[in-house]
């Protein structure tokens, strides 16, 4: 029996396979959770639905998470599929977006409408997210989010979205406060760079990707199974007594100072 057997989870933001969340959609599956998946509309048929298929998932429902009306129809939905049982046992947040000129050039440049819009995609779309399902979430659950080590320390062409990721672990912190009377968990993922659709939207970042092996501790890139594991643990009752906290599947990198280069 797997550990998540009987447990339903939520999905919002697989984009294709090679996205993150997709790598814990299978790693929730192979342990036996129910998945469902919400995406923007524009990728449901394409790209989303067979890969739901492809687990055996049915639920498959499109949403923008700038839109408060549309969140609270998804929500409505899982309640209406799942019947008077309706519950969410795991809730993952894995989404963010800012403008492809707001990641070139100086976070200085950033405009008034760009640093709205990634907050607001990227961050505030968590707290309304968690504020739609809270009457679906019991004690036990879990809420899972993605970050990154540009929340922390300047990274070269990640501007305003490190900006968002650190509101969105702040954000995390104050989920925990407020859910945790209640018995339910909220994390954070801070993965390593992985070869993504939203990491091709970064200047640099094959460069970077390229040299990450070089000087994470672990010397190896990181891939979505990786992170998939980790979100497994979370989801789990294997962590049911950490909440608030940002977990780091990067290979090491965010502790090193000055990196060792390999001879």
Not at 93 to 106: I, K, M, N, P, V
Not at 206 to 217: C, H, L, S, T
Not at 241 to 259: K, M, Q
């Amino acid at each position: 029996m797997g550990l998540l057997e009987g447990r339903r989870a939520l999905i919002f933001g697989v984009a294709n396979d090679h996205s993150i969340a997709w790598g814990i959609a299978q790693a929730l599956h192979a342990e036996g959770a129910e998945v469902g998946f919400s995406s923007v509309e524009s990728l449901i048929e394409k790209r989303v639905r067979p890969l739901a298929d492809s687990i055996g998932s049915r639920f498959v429902e499109p949403c923008d998470v700038q839109s408060d009306e549309q969140l609270h129809a998804v929500f409505e939905k899982w309640r209406t599929t799942h019947g008077a049982d309706a519950t969410l046992d795991v809730l993952v947040h894995a989404l963010a977006f800012a403008r492809r000129e707001d990641l070139e050039g100086s976070f200085v440049d950033t405009s008034r409408e760009g640093f709205a819009l990634a907050l607001d995609v990227s961050a505030y779309s968590l707290v309304a997210m968690v504020r739609e399902a809270r009457s679906l979430l019991a004690r036990g659950s879990s809420v899972i989010t993605l970050t990154y080590y540009g929340s922390e320390k300047v990274v070269a062409n990640y501007n305003v979205m490190g900006v968002a990721k650190a509101a969105l672990e702040a954000s995390v912190r104050y989920l925990a406060a407020d859910l945790g009377p209640d018995g339910v968990r909220v994390n954070a993922i801070s993965a390593g760079p992985i070869r993504t659709l939203a990491a091709a939207g970064i200047s640099g970042f094959k460069r970077m990707y390229g040299e990450f092996a070089d000087v994470a501790p672990l010397r190896a890139n990181v891939t979505i199974e990786d992170v998939g594991r980790s979100a497994v643990y979370l989801a789990s009752d294997m962590s049911r007594a950490v909440t608030g906290e940002v977990l780091y599947v990067d290979a090491g990198f965010n502790i090193v100072g000055v990196p060792t280069l390999q001879a």
